[in-house]
């Protein structure tokens, strides 16, 4: 089995706490990985350090087969990143955004010309291509910006909480866009808060207090706890966490 994440181990502290104490979880090429926690968790350090923003303070872990410590440029070329809160340029059009994100991952001038033209394609953008990114509904932009992260075909995406906010139609087309995108190769790793989305994915990690406290399949995990829904789940486990804040 191909792993494209592997952390051993992976620590960080800030003076005498410890955010991401001793993690050690394995990704596989093409899996849907939730990566769930309270607030106060650990999981946005732990992203941060998996992105090659952040370097560790002991442990190990590669990310595309690169190293967090040594590598962390290259980490960055070879992965796509989308959050809730900021993602495209809202003062550009939608053909801008992805003619900069192109140019920003090196793409040739063909590679983006034709890219462009079949995100247009597929989102059915075509009346709103000239039009700020600014002036389209939130659904849009989530999905314009799930395209724009995995533009440059990365062999994984990190979202962070990418459906907040939009409605349950939306939330259900974006996660039909996540599973077309595993299919072909694409890692996805995802938080999130909504519970049902947890359901949607191969694995899924609770975070507590700096520690993976659960990891399997969301089935695996029910079983697990006697329960029938990720909600009960993740509220078993965030019952015990003593920290209350990223």
Same mark, same amino acid.
């Given at each position: ?30 899996? /849907? ?5 309270? =607030?106060? &968790? #650990? !999981? ?5 350090? *998996?992105c090659g923003l952040s370097i560790p303070s002991s442990g190990k872990a590669t990310v595309a087969g690169f ?52 995100? /247009? ?5 075509? =009346?709103? &291509? #000239? !039009? ?5 509904? *939130? ?46 190769g694409i890692t996805v790793f995802v938080t999130t808060h909504y519970m049902d989305e947890a359901e949607y994915c191969n694995r899924v ?42």
């Open positions: 089995m191909e792993y494209v994440i592997q952390a051993e181990k992976l620590s960080k502290t800030f003076g005498e706490f410890k955010a991401v104490d001793e993690i050690s979880f394995q990704v596989s090429k093409g899996e /849907i990985f939730g990566f769930l926690g309270a =607030n106060g &968790a #650990g !999981k946005t350090t732990a992203m941060r350090m *998996l190293d967090v410590y040594k590598q962390t440029e290259l980490i960055k070329k070879n992965i796509g990143y989308m959050s809730q809160k900021f993602s495209l340029y809202e003062d550009l059009t939608v053909k801008e955004n992805m003619q900069f994100y192109g140019g920003i991952y090196g793409k040739s001038n063909q590679f983006i010309k034709e890219k462009t033209a079949a995100i /247009i394609e597929q989102l059915s953008l075509q =009346n709103e &291509a #000239g !039009k700020l990114v600014g002036s389209l509904p *939130l659904g849009w932009k989530q999905k314009l910006a799930f395209s724009v992260a995995i533009f440059h075909e990365p062999a994984i995406v990190f979202l962070d909480e990418p459906t907040g906010g939009v409605d349950p139609v939306t939330r259900r087309e974006f996660w039909g866009m996540i599973y077309q995108a595993a299919d072909r990690s609770i975070m507590v207090d700096g520690r993976i406290e659960a990891l399997d399949s969301p089935h695996g995990l029910k079983k697990t706890f006697g329960t029938d829904s990720m909600d009960s789940v993740f509220l078993k486990l965030a019952r015990g966490a003593a920290r209350s804040a990223d």
